[in-house]
């Protein structure tokens, strides 16, 4: 009985069972040795060949026993960076911390790990329980123990194709079951970053997280702030760029993980009008992920704030503003309180404002002003932009469809375009450009009265 209470709250069901894995053969585990990137048996082999351990380990082998192809591999040995290192050609020591060695091949990256030992009790932590250290390097058991789910804790051997499992990580993925290694409470306490990977897991892989994973993820939803905000922005990304973001947010808000975890999601989520966008923009997103297709962070962040902008954008232009500088005091709004929250990278930051300042322009159809947009830079995301902005209803999808036979049409194509379209809009531009201009100073200096205390 005490025995049983004490191994529970050790999360080890039975110790000396966890320090010896299961090993499954080629029929048990039934991975498609095709799935597998040359490069990264490359790696291992070499590594064998120097007479180190070296395994594919964590997303590539779940992904393989799942018969996906797996989009990254990381290679996890025995031999220290130095070691790693000297054996290729091209391999590079990244990080302080804890240094990992990637081995490049062309464009493509293996991330080969030194297995990482020494428990969580002993690493320094922050007041609230979050590790800040964990730099020792240790043994495989070791190392399988510190993953986070039983399904990111297998190890595969190419050359002997034998897959080994120390926490029952392939039962789980025959019931797909998402459950944390370990005491699920101490396992966010030490990194709350887990709680967002727990979501994105579920989404992207259409697991049911198990009970006891689940239960704490809502008491412990604020430790999330203690993260830096950087760590938490990866998170956030991989998270979007999953292929399942629409998906991931819905867990999210089913976790009740919205609320204070970040800033972004409390606004996201929770603003009515924003939401059609946000889903347009997410479910756009996914799509062109699992097409292969690239996808730009600055716009996904652009789509998923936009509505904040548009807020403020509007409150700007009652007080007098003229339309385009009150965009910009929108946007330096928006982007000052999100880049503290979030720690947005600045050329993610410069992407968005560039996306947003381009929107009043595609209205002003005259003149040199659409041939000037041609030649944008950032023309087809800012035109993606205003497609969403027409399909979630907030502007007239005819402003989207006059640009996309715009940017299709050729000289005089666009010659005609132009004499036919602003005809209308130079009629109602006009007007409201003269009121503007004819209340500029009385609202702008009311709006200046009203703010200064
Ligand atoms: P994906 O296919 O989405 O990249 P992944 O499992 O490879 O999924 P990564 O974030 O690339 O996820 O992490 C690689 C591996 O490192 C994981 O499979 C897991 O074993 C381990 N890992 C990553 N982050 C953590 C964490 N916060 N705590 C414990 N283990 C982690
Ligand atoms: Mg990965």
């Known amino acids: 009985m005490i025995k049983k209470f004490i191994k529970r709250i050790l999360g080890v069901k039975n110790k000396a069972a966890a320090n010896q894995p299961a090993v499954l053969g080629p029929n048990e585990h039934g991975i498609n040795p095709q799935l597998l990137s040359s490069n990264a048996i490359r790696v291992t082999q070499t590594l064998q060949e120097a007479g180190f351990k070296a395994f594919v380990v964590g997303g590539a082998v779940r992904d393989l026993l799942l018969g996906v192809k797996p989009k990254d591999f990381d290679v996890a040995t025995n031999a220290t960076p130095e070691q790693v290192k000297r054996l290729f050609r091209r391999a590079f020591i990244i990080g302080k911390r804890f240094q990992i060695v990637h081995v490049m091949f062309g464009q493509d990256i293996i991330e080969v790990t030194t297995f990482r030992g020494a428990s969580a009790e002993s690493s320094p ?43 029952n990580g392939i039962a789980d993925i025959r019931s797909k079951t998402l459950r944390i290694i370990g005491v699920p409470e101490a396992r966010y306490r030490e990194d709350p970053v887990r709680l967002l990977r727990v979501v994105r897991f579920a989404a992207k892989l259409g697991f049911e997280i198990d009970p006891e994973t689940r239960e704490p993820i809502k008491v412990m939803a604020p430790l999330i702030n203690n993260v830096p905000a950087a760590r938490v922005f990866d998170e956030m990304l991989k998270l979007l760029m999953s292929g399942h973001a629409l998906a991931c947010l819905q867990q999210l808000r089913k976790e009740g993980l919205h609320h204070g975890l970040l800033p972004l999601l409390d606004v996201v989520l929770e603003q009515p009008l924003g939401e059609k966008f946000v889903t347009l923009a997410l479910a756009g997103t996914d799509q062109r992920i699992r097409e292969g297709k690239p996808v730009s962070p600055g716009f996904l962040f652009a789509s998923l704030l936009w509505h904040q902008v548009l807020e403020k954008w509007t409150a700007y232009q009652a007080a007098g503003e ?12 928006v982007l000052n309180t999100q880049t503290e929250k979030l720690a947005l990278q600045r050329k993610i930051a410069t992407d968005m404002r560039d996306i947003w300042a381009m929107q009043p322009r595609f209205e002003r159809r005259v003149g040199k002003s659409p041939y000037k947009m041609l030649e944008h830079m950032r023309l087809r995301a800012g035109y993606d932009f205003l497609l969403l902005r027409c399909a979630s209803g907030e502007i007239d999808a005819e402003i989207g469809e006059w640009w996309t036979a715009f940017m299709a049409a050729d000289g005089p194509g666009r010659e005609e375009l132009l004499a036919r379209k602003p005809k209308t809009e130079g009629d109602s531009q006009a007007p409201k450009k003269r009121r503007r201009r004819g209340g500029r100073n009385k609202p702008k200096g009311a709006a200046a009265e009203g703010s200064t205390p």
């Open 125 to 167: 932590k922050d007041e609230h329980g979050r590790v800040l250290r964990d730099n020792t390097f240790g043994e495989q058991h070791e190392d399988a123990v510190r993953r986070d789910f039983t399904i990111n804790a297998m190890y595969y051997d190419p050359a002997n194709r034998q897959v080994l499992d120390y926490h």
């Open 322 to 333: 003229y339309p385009i500088p009150a965009l910009h005091l929108a946007a330096d709004d």
